[in-house]
């Protein structure tokens, strides 16, 4: 399994906005799909957003498309989320998680589909 460690979470205006990074280890990054969730308290775990092994798809949660951007960097083993025009309902603990093994372009939304998780980084979102 991989090793997942989350940073970039803080407290931010509404309409602000925050990039979390996520730190993978190993070498063999690109043999993982990666998603993002977040957990609000007293709620699920919700998917946010997903990313293929080559980076070449992405999908998204419908309450974040349009404001929020994963990304990869298959060199540094990075995954990342641009969080744009946040709301206060952003507010959550936010999850990186990966898939091995991964090579097919669908969306990948449910915490089960997921090998490895990082301990999560705190969003909160002011209004």
């Known amino acids: 399994q991989v090793q997942l460690v989350e940073s970039g979470g803080g407290l931010v205006q509404a309409g602000g906005s925050l990039r979390l990074s996520c730190l993978a280890s190993g070498r063999t990054f690109n043999r993982y799909a990666m998603g993002w969730f977040r957990q609000a308290p007293g709620k699920e775990r919700d998917f946010v957003a997903n990313?293929?092994?080559?980076?070449?798809?992405?999908y998204y949660a419908d309450s974040v498309k349009g404001r929020f951007t994963i990304s990869r960097d298959n060199a540094k083993t990075m995954v990342y989320l641009q969080m744009n025009s946040l709301k206060p309902e952003d507010t959550a603990v936010y999850y990186c998680?990966?898939?091995?093994?991964?090579?097919?372009?669908?969306?990948?939304?449910?915490?089960?589909?997921?090998?490895?998780w990082g301990q999560g980084t705190q969003v909160t979102v002011s209004s």
């Open positions: 998680a990966a898939r091995e093994g991964f090579y097919g372009s669908r969306r990948l939304a449910e915490p089960s589909e997921y090998d490895s």
């Open positions: 990313i293929i092994s080559t980076g070449g798809s992405t």
